[in-house]
């Protein structure tokens, strides 16, 4: 008799947390954990990601256009004596055309602009993936282009008296095949080699790190928008 009675008081104390964890309770529970604030914290960052990105693809273009005039000359763009690293133009339609473009859509969906307020989250996932691959791809063309600038050099008029013991000069890339000394660690090769465009390295280097890391920012930029798209999209289905 005892026991029964305490079976039946242990009932009426499980009711209530038995009530708490019937599946009814479960979107209640999913309206919890994505809530409308963490929502809105996803369009913030989304916010925030297309600013970025779209600085960082102005940065980018700067860059590459800076490279088309060495030595602040246009003469040499002129006569064809540019490198084709810079020619490419990787970091003008790259790293930043097509950046600046998949930035746009990221911040009108963070704004909720144009027809991206109404839009189905099937719709704007598309959406966000879309910006995705056009930012990477283009993020990813200058980062390999930047990578391969550093490693073969400069354009530039240097002395070839040495291969064929007579005074000349062309012009060509004299780091490219260089096997057992590398140009980027040995400074006292930057002023000897190239005779010109003056500081044709450094110009060569500095403008060609700037997209190195611009880009490789924007990569890391790209990662985050598509973590953030993903909260998103979990976001407005739990919204509905």
Not at 46 to 68: I, K, W
Not at 163 to 180: C, E, I, M, S, V
Not at 207 to 235: I, P
């Amino acid at each position: 008799m005892y026991l029964l009675e305490e079976i039946m008081e242990n009932s009426v104390i499980l009711q209530p947390l038995l009530r708490d964890c019937s599946p009814a309770s479960a979107p209640a529970a999913a309206g919890m954990l994505f809530s409308p604030r963490l929502l809105g914290c996803s369009r913030t960052c989304s916010r925030v990601l297309g600013l970025s990105l779209g600085a960082a693809a102005l940065f980018a273009a700067g860059a590459n256009a800076a490279l088309l005039f060495p030595s602040w000359d246009v003469t040499y763009l002129l006569r064809g004596l540019v490198g084709r690293h810079a020619l490419l133009g990787s970091g003008l339609w790259g790293g930043g055309l097509m950046v600046l473009t998949a930035a746009t859509l990221i911040s009108m969906m963070g704004w909720r602009g144009c027809c991206f307020g109404k839009s189905a989250p099937c719709c704007s996932i598309l959406t966000a993936l879309l910006a995705s691959g056009l930012a990477l791809l283009g993020a990813l063309t200058c980062f390999i282009t930047s990578g391969v600038a550093l490693r073969d050099g400069p354009l530039c008029m240097f002395d070839v008296s040495s291969f064929n013991q007579t005074q000349a000069w062309k012009y060509g890339y004299p780091f490219k095949d260089l096997r057992h000394t590398n140009y980027l660690y040995d400074r006292s090769l930057w002023n000897s080699v190239c005779l010109e465009p003056s500081k044709a390295v450094v110009w060569h280097v500095s403008f060609f790190s700037v997209l190195l890391c611009t880009s490789a920012l924007q990569l890391l930029l790209v990662a985050v928008h598509s973590v953030n798209s993903l909260l998103g999209l979990f976001c407005s289905l739990c919204e509905e």
